[in-house]
T-cell receptor, first 113, second 113 residues
Framework: DTAVSQTPKYLVTQMGNDKSIKCEQN?????MYWYKQDSKKFLKIMFS???????INETVPNRFSPKSPDKAHLNLHINSLELGDSAVYFC????????????FGPGTRLTVL | AQSVTQPDIHITVSEGASLELRCNYS??????LFWYVQSPGQGLQLLLK??????LVQGIKGFEAEFKRSQSSFNLRKPSVHWSDAAEYFC???????????FGAGTRLTVKP
């Protein structure tokens, strides 16, 4: 059973479109995260979210928004896609705060043309 | 804000040789330190973490890391590298006050037969 899953694995789209990436965890964790990994492998946290608090990295454009229908899901919505949004996006989860072990999904490679 | 530097972009070692990957951090208080490994096309997996206590930390897959406050370092070591250790390795530092994690740029490890 996959602990943290993401769909789709690959996403190719045009500039200006709106897209979503889904994330689900079956670990019973309380906190979920979204990370962006650019072409140079640099990894940056975008959001962390539990049922009490959403923490947003201040550098993330407001075109990006996380949506959590329930504790097991944290989807990433991106509006008005730009070329610079091309990257691999990872979802992760942990039992509590980030000091607990984070379990990562396999990633979604987003390409904006 | 905290930051992490991994001075080596790419390291090549022979199978069976010892390994040390360098990590230097910058943070005013006691940091939370992590090492993650990313195999090609995969998400990240936690190798080990340090919060407090014994400065020599044991992790999975035979890895260990040593926290040296005086040098602001948290280097990862393995006495004998296996071909399956070829991957990208990321050092990360976390700050409890803002639930934020910062990753280094990564070190790519190649293992020669």
């Amino acid at each position: 059973d996959t602990a943290v899953s993401q769909t789709p694995k690959y996403l190719v789209t045009q500039m200006g479109n709106d897209k979503s990436i889904k994330c689900e965890q079956n670990l019973g964790h309380d906190t979920m995260y979204w990370y962006k990994q650019d072409s140079k492998k640099f990894l940056k946290i975008m959001f962390s979210y539990n049922n009490k608090e959403l923490i947003i990295n201040e550098t993330v454009p407001n075109r990006f928004s996380p949506k959590s229908p329930d504790k097991a899901h944290l989807n990433l919505h991106i509006n008005s896609l730009e070329l610079g949004d091309s990257a691999v996006y990872f979802c992760a989860s942990s039992r509590g705060t980030f000091t607990d072990t984070q379990y990562f999904g396999p990633g979604t490679r987003l390409t904006v043309l | 804000a905290q930051s992490v530097t991994q001075p080596d972009i790419h390291i090549t070692v022979s199978e069976g040789a010892s390994l040390e990957l360098r990590c230097n951090y910058s943070y005013g208080a006691t940091p939370y330190l992590f090492w993650y490994v990313q195999s090609p096309g995969q998400g990240l997996q936690l190798l080990l973490k340090y919060f407090s206590g014994d400065t020599l930390v044991q992790g999975i897959k035979g890895f260990e890391a040593e926290f040296k406050r005086s040098q602001s370092s948290f280097n990862l070591r393995k006495p004998s590298v296996h071909w399956s250790d070829a991957a990208e390795y990321f050092c990360a530092v976390g700050a409890a006050h803002n639930n934020d994690m910062r990753f280094g740029a990564g070190t790519r490890l190649t293992v020669k037969p």
